[in-house]
């Protein structure tokens, strides 16, 4: 009996706890879709968590889907607690630097003070605007977003700033998870990619969680 009291109470909690995550979500979805905003760096904690890094969006195995080479130059959009580009930037070792960009100073001064901690050398934070990169044309091997790309207000716009910066044969690499409030369907972010000069040179993933690389198109 008592067991099975246990078992009743746990359903109905996590019930519960499900019924509010869904709901949260679909408001936070409508509120987004009419009014764009950065996810305040606070909730950076909960959206990068030990779960989503271990079980769904794994830092390592996204990294290794980029086909990074020592050396190479990489820009991370919106770099949240750091996670995404402490692994990548490994791989870009020895002589690669990664520049990770956010609009919000606080991003920014959280993962500098994150950089000094961990002694991490070819890290660069910088607050810059993704329409307006602070980068020459073509002198950038990759430009990567993870779960991010949407949360922009105009992401054909910021595509096109990726395009300029990023050499003839380097990669951008759009990743995106289900739960987040501006999930995107693969064929949205693939349309705006081929309005701004981006062909499709590979895809991972399910319809939950997706890796899209793109190339610059051949003339």
Not at 64 to 77: A, H, K, R, S, T
Not at 167 to 185: H, I, Q, T, V
Not at 195 to 213: D, I, M, P, R, W
Request: proline share 6%; hydrophobic share 45%; glycine share 6%.
């Amino acid at each position: 009996m008592l067991a099975s009291h246990v078992f009743t109470v746990f359903l109905r909690w996590a019930l519960g706890f499900l019924f509010l995550f869904f709901a949260f979500h679909t408001i936070l979805r409508l509120v987004r879709r009419y009014r764009k905003f950065p996810i305040p760096s606070i909730l950076t904690e909960l959206i990068d968590n030990s779960v989503r890094r271990r079980y769904i969006q794994r830092p390592d195995v996204l990294a290794d889907m980029m086909d990074l080479q020592p050396g190479m130059v990489v820009v991370e959009i919106g770099p949240g607690k750091g996670s995404f580009t402490k692994a990548v930037a490994e791989r870009v070792l020895p002589g690669g630097i990664l520049f990770a960009i956010d609009i919000q100073e606080s991003v920014i001064e959280r993962l500098i003070a994150r950089v000094k901690r961990e002694g991490i050398t070819n890290i660069s934070p910088r607050v810059d605007d993704a329409y307006d990169l602070s980068f020459d044309d073509e002198s950038v091997d990759r430009v990567f977003a993870i779960a991010c790309l949407p949360e922009i207000p105009e992401p054909v716009r910021a595509l096109r700033e990726f395009h300029r910066v990023l050499k003839p044969d380097g990669l951008l690499c759009l990743s995106e998870l289900f739960m987040d409030a501006n999930y995107p369907r693969r064929s949205t972010e693939k349309r705006w990619a081929e309005e701004t000069g981006f062909a499709l040179k590979e895809e991972f993933g399910s319809f939950f969680v997706y890796q899209l690389n793109f190339e610059k198109k051949t003339p």
